[in-house]
């Protein structure tokens, strides 16, 4: 192990290059380089090892043994086979299996220069025209039933293999047996597809229906933008492959993600969207049920559709300009399916990502995506991957400029993908491709992609001019008779069908497209799932903040006996011992109940009840701040894989689920995929966590896209949690804000709620509330950092039996109420601060009012408040943040401070000043403006009065 760690050429993605070198040192040691034969020469004299043998020869004598049942001479004693010119052709089909796509077949344009590689050409080996009727060894390659060829015929099968319209990159898996799987499935046949009558007839159907749908709406709706498949067509064939090779293999449900390009050809030719449906959308009209709605190319739909295992739901994911960033959500969508299920096999639901060239390679939500794809959390057993590879991103094709990669496809090699290059003007390559993926996600639960090489037959949008930017390329599509023609005249020639048949297709479509029909419709009507989701209990909610979110008090001492069990012989970090044994006192009642405990409670009784509760983010079961420990860690465990323990998965027998994950190091990923479980699961707290609240904007796209706006446009209702780190406690610009003006900004048309809860009471009643209410929208919540173990910041088991979420908290100190003269209105943990200066000081006329939700504003409770003292004339908007973040400049600009307000109160302001960074980075300075605002808050207020909008 040390030596595989200090020498970089055993690194893992090498292995195959190694297993084949090992393989040709075993044949001939003079046949690999002095350093290598070194190396392996090492290897044979290991205490108790044996000298080796070649592997591939005996291999193929066994099987040959098997098949004739009888014993053979083995192939190593062969004469020649051992000598260079064996191991040269052993070599050569290697050095094709790695880098024979590069000569494949693979531009329908034909502008591909077929580079100069060494390694491919028989000379290299030091072979010459005689040496072509030789005999040789085909070691592993999948040679028919022979293991013995000519050099002649070795190269015929190598190149039609991996240098015709189909090839494939796969030799960097580590896993043998994989890559021996895609040679099993393309060596004997060549990479060449055998399809039916019936099949090749399917195929023309559906490439005409592609290419008779784009025309038909090109001349129908002249310059509206629909973001054409022409030149795409084969993407048609390659999802109705998918979606039949899924459906006889296990597949029940299928999410499909992609952006605009063909998406309208999707959603007609796919999932059997109505024509005139789409022709509505053309002509303007709308739902009136959407706030906003959305261009026609983001809408999402679902159907049934047949396949030969039976009926498949689809959905096709709404999604945003914003490319790739759906990828993420429909990864989660389709886990949270998986779990209702119980498909722990993850055989029943499978996603799949359409990308394009540009943008699977340009945007870095693939890695992440990529990077967790086979984790425990977020694995959902492999995605199938199409890349509509027209070779082109908006105006951009030139290599030079498009990418450092070889291919758009390579970073999905970091997953060790196989990756299927194939020629879209060979459409039954195309679906046999497709239909190997699916068998491979199947087989091996990963990641797999077919990259369809095409073009695209006009601009970025119809109304976009590429001849500008690419003359020569589009000189050469304006020269292409389509695909749909080329394959139609392939079948004529074969005799498969008429010369009138596929003219009498396209009539037939376009026939029913003047109809608004399909010829074909791939949906199925009236066909009952059992695994679908209710929603109506939630749709066309009016907001409200009331719920009842009290537990009894016997059922809180029961839960909190739970949270503190472990099993016999576990043994805990002498820290959190401590922890445990506090909480042990807490929820007997004869101490006060800390922010973790009240947390963990409310997971308890929401469990109880019959809600499944999911927290993800990084470090979330211990906590980043040391607070939480949902997940126990046995300190004298012997292996790494084992001694946890998840108090809230172990509440009662009957419980709903309780998960705790541990993020991978990605926001953007990780809040996707979140908010896609979400939306497919309306009867789960789904929570994710920010490290620290500054890191949320890392997952910016995520929120305003999908989170903050996906109702309004889409309709998407979702009860998606967000816990964000927040305060200003001396820790520098990246660890004090969570940039609460941003998601401030956002509010409107009640889409989510924003909170800053101040104690663990009302984050006990704020995550209870979010499920118990019959209501799905997004919670944004502030929560503290030093308040965790604030020794004020505490509550009482009987705020947790009785009461609610409160969104306004009034005094808490006896006053006066004729004698208030000022109220300072603030948030979050800057309250209990405020409240030790004026209890030093013995103020007796100004009290102190918390904001809890900032949004929606509570304006009945807020003007409650202020009702309570007649006298009182300044109102003060207290913030830590700089004057520009924070909750102010909303507040402010909305009215919703003043809107409670009488003639006589003036609205005052105490912040730090405006700033372009969220806080200072240094101690001394924080420190002093810290308390300049709680000294502010008290003292003289200037002019710095707040504008009325």
């Known amino acids: ?41 090492s290897l044979q004299n290991l205490p108790g090892s044996g000298r080796d043998v070649a592997h591939a020869p005996v291999v193929a004598s066994f099987a040959q043994m098997a098949k004739q049942g009888k014993p053979l001479a083995s192939a190593i004693t062969t004469p020649g086979v051992a000598d260079k010119r064996q191991i040269g052709v052993l070599q050569m089909i290697n050095a094709y299996r790695f880098q024979g796509n590069r000569w494949a077949q693979l531009d329908p344009l034909k502008r591909q220069e077929r580079p100069s590689i060494a390694e491919l050409e028989p000379s290299y080996y030091g072979f010459t025209e005689a040496d072509l009727s030789a005999v040789f060894n085909v070691g592993s390659f999948q040679f028919q039933e022979s293991s013995q060829a000519s050099l002649r015929e070795i190269l ?56 008779t749908l784009e025309k038909y709406l090109h001349t129908k709706y002249v310059g509206q933008k629909r973001f054409s498949l022409e030149g795409g067509d084969s993407a048609i064939v390659a999802l109705d492959a998918i979606i039949n090779a899924a459906g006889g293999r296990s597949v029940q449900e299928m999410v499909i993600g992609m952006a605009h390009r063909g998406r309208l050809n999707v959603l007609v030719n796919v999932l059997g969207k109505a024509p005139k449906m789409l022709f509505e959308e053309f002509e303007g009209k709308h739902s009136e049920d959407l706030e906003a709605g959305d261009v026609k190319y983001h809408m999402g739909f679902s159907s049934d559709v047949n396949t030969p295992g039976g009926p498949l739901h689809l959905s096709l994911a709404f999604n945003p300009s914003h490319l790739e960033i759906v990828n993420s959500v429909v990864e989660g969508s389709v886990y949270s399916r998986q779990k209702r299920r119980d498909d722990v096999n993850k055989n029943q639901v499978m996603a799949v990502l359409i990308h394009g060239d540009a943008a699977v390679a340009g945007q870095g939500i693939n890695q992440e995506l990529l990077n967790f794809s086979q984790t425990r959390g977020y694995g959902t057993g492999g995605t199938v991957h199409l890349v509509i590879n027209n070779q082109i991103g908006f105006t951009t094709s030139d290599p030079r400029d498009a990418r450092s990669s070889l291919y758009c496809t390579d970073i999905f090699k970091m997953a060790e993908a196989p990756i299927f290059h194939v020629n879209g003007d060979d459409p039954e390559a195309v679906a046999l491709a497709c239909q190997l993926a699916v068998e491979y996600r199947q087989t091996f639960k ?18 976009d001019e590429p001849m500008v930017t690419q003359p020569l390329m589009y000189k050469k599509i304006a020269q292409h008779p389509g695909t749909r023609q080329l394959y139609a005249d392939k079948l004529v020639a074969q005799g498969v069908c008429t010369s009138a048949e596929p003219d009498t297709m396209i009539a037939d479509y376009r026939d029913h497209l003047d109809r608004g029909e399909l010829l074909y419709n791939p949906a199925l009507s009236g066909h009952n799932r059992k695994f679908t989701q209710d929603w109506s209990n939630f749709i066309r909610r009016e907001y409200t ?17 739970r949270l503190v069990d472990t099993p016999p012989g576990f043994t ?133 896209q999908f989170i903050s706006s996906g109702e309004a446009k889409w309709g998407r209702l979702s009860g998606i949690t967000m816990l964000l780190p927040h305060g200003y406690e001396g820790q ?43 209501l799905r929208k997004p919670l944004v919540v502030m929560t503290p950092k030093s308040l965790l173990r604030h020794k004020d910041a505490v509550s009482s088991l009987d705020e947790l039996a009785t009461g609610q979420f409160r969104t306004v908290i009034g005094e808490v100190d006896a006053f006066d109420a004729k004698k208030v003269k000022r109220i300072v209105v603030c948030s979050g943990k800057l309250y209990y601060e405020l409240l030790a200066e004026r209890r030093a000081k013995a103020i007796k006329d100004t009290v102190i009012v918390r904001l809890e939700q900032l949004y929606p504003f ?24 700089p004057r520009n973040q924070g909750a102010w400049y909303w507040i402010a600009s909305r009215q919703h401070l003043a809107r409670s307000m009488a003639s006589k109160h003036s609205l005052h302001l105490v912040s730090r000043p405006a700033s372009a960074s969220p806080a200072v980075g240094y101690y001394a300075k924080h420190n002093a403006q810290q308390r300049a605002i709680i000294e502010g808050a008290f003292g003289t207020l200037g002019q710095d009065q707040a504008p009325r909008f």
Not at 671 to 681: C, Q, W
Not at 685 to 693: D, P, R, S, Y
Request: glycine share 6%; aromatic share 10%; charged share 20%.
């Open 156 to 211: 015929e099968a190598v190149r039609q293999t991996y240098c015709g319209t189909l090839t494939v990159e796969y030799m960097y898996m580590a896993d043998v047996q994989q890559k021996r799987w895609v040679q099993s499935k393309l060596e004997p046949i060549r990479s060449t597809p055998s399809f039916d009558v019936a099949t090749k007839k399917r195929i023309l159907e559906r490439l005409t229906a592609a290419e």
């Open 545 to 561: 903040d009331e719920a009842d979110t009290s537990v009894p008090m016997g059922e809180l001492k029961r839960f909190a006996a």
């Open 732 to 774: 520098g610009p990246e660890h004090s804000s969570a940039r609460l003006e941003r998601y401030m900004q956002l509010c409107a048309e009640n889409n989510w709620q924003v909170c800053v809860p101040s104690t663990p009471a009302q984050i006990f009643h704020i995550l209870r509330r979010q499920m118990v209410r019959p």
């Open 446 to 463: 990963k990641d797999v992609v077919i990259d369809l090489l095409c073009y695209r037959k006009l601009g970025h949008n119809e109304q």
């Open 572 to 704: 805990l970090h002498s820290r959190v011992a401590n922890i445990i044994d506090s909480r042990r006192a807490m929820g007997q009642g004869t101490q006060p109940l800390d922010w973790g405990m009240a947390e963990n409670l409310a997971y308890a009784s929401l469990v109880a009840q019959g809600y499944g509760v999911r927290i993800s983010g990084q470090d979330c079961g211990r906590g980043t701040f040391f607070h939480r420990h949902a997940v126990l860690h046995d300190q004298n465990r012997e292996r790494w894989d084992a001694g946890s323990h998840v108090p809230l998965a172990n509440i009662q027998p009957d419980q709903a689920p309780f998960t705790v994950i541990d993020s991978v190091l990605s926001e953007s990923g990780i809040l996707g995929f979140e908010y896609g479980y979400a939306t497919a699961e309306p009867n789960q707290l789904v929570v994710w966590e920010a490290q620290f609240g500054d890191f949320g904007n890392c997952a910016q796209v995520v929120i305003d």
């Open 1 to 41: 192990m040390r030596q595989f760690l200090t020498n970089s050429y055993l690194f893992g993605s090498n292995a195959p290059f190694i297993e084949e070198l090992y393989e040709a040192y075993l044949e001939n040691p003079a046949s690999v380089a002095d350093q290598w034969r070194s190396y392996f020469d």
């Open 858 to 881: 509570p304006n009945e409770a807020f003007a409650a408040e202020l009702a309570k003292y007649p006298n009182a004339k300044d109102i003060v908007w207290c913030q830590e943040e």
